[in-house]
């Protein structure tokens, strides 16, 4: 299950450098992502998945200060 976490996050990342050094840092842009409840509060039974949201939602966060323009 921990990999599922780890894939959740990771794969959103490898998209956003792919556009990133494709397209945004030339034009620019935005990238939205959309959350999930879990990952803000936890819920019974879903432990791992509100895990993997809240990776997700902290990487978004820090992807936002790095590729923002200086």
């Not at 921990?2 to 450098?17: G, R």
């Not at 939205?32 to 509100?50: F, H, L, Q, S």
Request: without cysteine; glycine residues 10%; aromatic residues 4%.
């Amino acid at each position: 299950m921990v990999e599922v976490s780890v894939l959740s996050a990771l794969s959103p990342l490898s998209w956003v450098q792919k556009i990133n050094t494709a397209w945004m840092r030339r034009h620019g842009g935005a990238i939205v992502k959309r959350g999930a409840p879990g990952g803000i509060r936890p819920e019974t039974d879903i432990a791992m998945y509100g895990a993997g949201k809240a990776i997700l939602m902290r990487l978004t966060n820090a992807l936002a200060i790095e590729l923002s323009p200086r």
